[in-house]
């Protein structure tokens, strides 16, 4: 547990390097934040962004990583929901697709 505390230190100590290295320019990073552009900036100098909006800058700052979490979640809510018998035949899932491409 702790090595996830010194991660997530590290990645905020190190937030504005990654925003330089990043492809994104700062508005576009300002406009997903929904924060000011001085608030954008107080946030980066301080590196007191909230937990929230490390989640939308990692997102958009590590996109590939950002992908792999979410098949990794996907794989695990589609576990859960074969264990506890939250499934579909596949006659179901086919017509489902079926009334979908129809609509």
């Known amino acids: 547990m ?6 997530y230190q590290n990645l905020l100590d190190n937030i504005d390097t990654y ?3 990043s492809k994104f320019k700062k508005e576009y ?28 800058l990692s997102t958009i ?3 590939e990583e950002a992908k792999v979490f979410e098949i990794k979640e996907a794989l ?3 576990r859960e929901d074969s264990r506890f018998g939250r499934t579909k035949s596949h006659k179901d899932v086919m017509g489902d697709v079926r009334k979908k491409l129809r609509a």
Not at 38 to 49: E, G, I, L, Q
């Open 2 to 7: 702790l090595d996830i505390v010194y991660n």
């Open 19 to 21: 925003i330089e290295a």
């Open 29 to 56: 990073l300002i406009e997903q934040l929904g924060v000011s552009r001085a608030t954008f900036y107080n946030k980066v100098k301080k590196k007191n962004f909230t937990i929230d909006e490390m989640v939308v």
């Open 61 to 63: 700052l590590f996109p």
């Open 76 to 78: 695990r809510e589609s």
